[in-house]
């Protein structure tokens, strides 16, 4: 490491114009002005710390990066960036191993800001039969397990539509945090062969789902399962841990798909509560 620490007003500009936000844009939203702004990015005035405070809010800035910020300004850092098993940390694992529990019988996931697999719920391991155990050693990441050909790629039924919502959800991830592990990991993702032509599109799918939010249709022994997901995340986390911890939960998206998983789900908790288990 070089030591170099560039200029407050740097970091400043950059994260604006990431943001396509114009000075005066920025200066409205913050309640300055843009003659202040201006002075602010150039460096010829000297921010306060609740100055940086509130145009990173405004900004939309990654905690981890605020952070950043206030170095670069002479300030310590303020967002603490505690393991998940922290006891500081114990009602926010509680309330996420309650989400994933509280989902069953379909798959739930907890990840990382770098798509790492942080916890499951019991839904999700059969869904993986067939993944190469490469792709199953720790650190698993989330986005190679779906889009490898030794992961679960083959079994994506609408693969080619599948990819695209993945990678573009990467790229407006990419776009907001300037992440450069992210950067690496969508060349990765970008440089796997291409799905062939013969695998269903938008105009294939079956259900209601189809033309309102992209599905996600894995081949499995009992047949096609398809999916609908949501993304939830920490309301106003003040942890960079929290701040970036995602969970990823899965619907069905027919009633052919429910059924299964409830069937699934009933064969694994008698399985579970079974003498000798």
Partial sequence: MSGHIRPVGDHLRQ?????????????????????????????????????????????????????????AAGYAPIFLERRLDDPALTAARKAVDLVLEGHQPYPALAVDRHWNLVATNNAVGPLLAGVDPSLRQAPINVMRLALDPKGLAPRTANLPE????????????????????????????SGYPPPSEDRATRRDLDGDYASVVVPFRLITETGILSFFSTTTVFGTPIDITLSELALECFYPADPGTAETLLRLGAERARIAVAPGT
Wanted: hydrophobic fraction near 45%.
């Fill in 15 to 71: 994260w604006r114009l990431r943001r396509r936000m114009s000075q005066l844009d920025l200066a409205l939203e913050a309640e300055i002005s843009t003659r202040h702004l201006s002075f602010l990015e150039t460096g010829r005035s000297t921010p306060s710390r609740e100055m940086l405070l509130r145009l990173a809010e405004e900004l939309e800035i990654p905690l981890r990066e605020r952070n950043v910020l206030l170095n």
């Fill in 162 to 189: 599948w990819r695209a919502h993945l990678l573009s959800r990467l790229r407006r991830q990419i776009e907001l945090a300037a992440d450069p592990v992210l950067k690496e990991l969508l060349a990765e993702l």
